[in-house]
């Protein structure tokens, strides 16, 4: 083993954990939370929606496969969901500092101090994640020595303004034409719209995307509490006087929710794993899909003419709306699911047949 230094993770309870740095050597604070995830930490960690929080991976063993290089292709990253490291920090169980893919350019650690970003290795994961999963998500700090600072509650703030796209970008040249609000999208959201014969214009969060024509919009997954995105919630209500379908995932799930009329809460922990299982309402249809997300709808608070799609089999959650009679649907989890499982992926097969029809009209 290297020589490293040693920092410490402390939670806003008072319980402090020690451990070695692998990363960036800086103090951070930010919300603690953990995710079951075995394999993706390079999809993982570019992940928009964890914007803020200091993620804890219940996987013993991390940095065995290194990290990709960042190939360009259709205007966006090959390997990565977004352009740069969004977690604020990193704590694992065991790092690896032997690497061995066929595709890594370079380790963990070297990528993370490349992006300026905290990890922590040899702490006890599992007590920790047993506090977050009986206390809840916690505000933490990491700190090295000599450079104490203050706790940070990342969702006081509108996080989906910090990582959405400053003006309008275009991907793809297909036959439909989809308005994507970019409140945080992964990367693997465009991909799988592109492979669906369409042109996918990106529009900031707060851009009124109902000046644009188009043939369908797309709410994307991103960070923070959705009471924070109002802008983008009244724009969700003006498209839903039309009948232009809409779809949308996570983030995108709840904005929905909260422009049809409902209200939305927060999760004790929180769903972030590539392994929940969720049953689509009215079936014995039961899927295994990627989450990632601290806010849920309360889909008791649904107007009349929406009803929940999905629901989580663990904990009876929503995991998706739709509306009775016109073309509007999200998910809670990720059909795109980089790095998988792709059960789910289907669900834009069904966007864009609802698109097929709109032009019919």
């Not at 969004?86 to 963990?108: C, G, P, Q, R, T």
């Given at each position: 083993m290297q020589n490293v230094q040693k920092a410490k993770l402390i939670l806003e309870d008072g319980t402090v954990f020690e451990g070695k740095s692998f990363g960036y050597e800086k103090s951070i604070a930010g919300e603690v939370v953990f995710y079951t995830a075995m394999t993706g930490y390079p999809e993982s960690l570019t992940d928009p929606s964890y914007t803020g929080q200091i993620l804890v991976s219940t996987y013993p063993m991390i940095g065995n496969y290194g990290?990709?290089?960042?190939?360009?292709?259709?205007?966006?990253?090959?390997?990565?969901?977004?352009?740069?490291?969004?977690?604020?920090?990193?704590?694992?169980?065991?790092?690896?500092?032997?690497?061995?893919?066929?595709?890594?350019?370079?380790?963990?650690?070297?990528?993370?101090?490349?992006?300026?970003?905290?990890?922590?290795?040899d702490i006890d994961t599992r007590a920790?994640?047993?506090?977050?999963?009986?206390?809840?998500?916690?505000?933490?700090?990491?700190?090295?020595?000599g450079n104490e600072i203050d706790f940070y509650d990342p969702n006081e703030e509108n996080l989906v303004s910090r990582v959405s796209v400053d003006d309008i970008q275009t991907y793809g040249n297909g036959d439909h034409k989809v308005v994507l609000v970019d409140c945080g999208v992964k990367n693997n959201i465009i991909r799988c719209l592109l492979r669906r014969n369409t042109t996918v214009i990106r529009v900031p969060w707060d851009y009124d995307f109902?000046?644009?024509?188009?043939?369908?919009?797309?709410?994307?997954?991103?960070?923070?509490?959705?009471?924070?995105?109002?802008e983008t919630v009244e724009n969700v209500g003006k498209a839903l006087d039309d009948v232009k379908p809409i779809m949308g995932i996570c983030l995108g799930n709840q904005l929905l929710g909260r422009a049809a009329g409902g209200d939305t809460y927060k999760l004790k922990y929180g769903h972030r794993s590539h392994n929940q299982p969720v049953?689509?309402?009215?079936?014995?249809?039961?899927?295994i899909t990627s989450q990632n997300h601290g806010y849920a709808i309360d889909d008791k608070t649904l107007p009349e003419d929406w009803e929940p799609l999905f629901v989580n089999v663990n904990d009876q959650t929503n995991e998706g709306i739709r509306h009775k009679t016109k073309p509007f649907f999200s998910t809670q989890f990720h059909p795109e699911a980089s790095s998988g499982p792709v059960d789910t992926e289907f669900l834009f097969d069904d966007f864009i047949t609802n698109i097929k029809k709109y032009k019919k009209q």
């Open positions: 990290v990709p290089n960042d190939v360009e292709e259709d205007g966006i990253f090959r390997y990565f969901e977004s352009d740069k490291i969004h977690v604020s920090a990193l704590i694992i169980s065991d790092y690896s500092f032997e690497y061995s893919h066929w595709n890594a350019m370079k380790s963990l650690g070297d990528w993370l101090k490349e992006n300026e970003v905290p990890g922590l290795f920790l994640t047993k506090i977050l999963r009986e206390k809840g998500s916690m505000l933490g700090k990491i700190v090295f020595e109902n000046t644009i024509e188009c043939d369908g919009i797309f709410l994307s997954n991103g960070p923070g509490d959705p009471a924070m995105v109002q049953l689509m309402t009215g079936t014995d249809k039961c899927y």
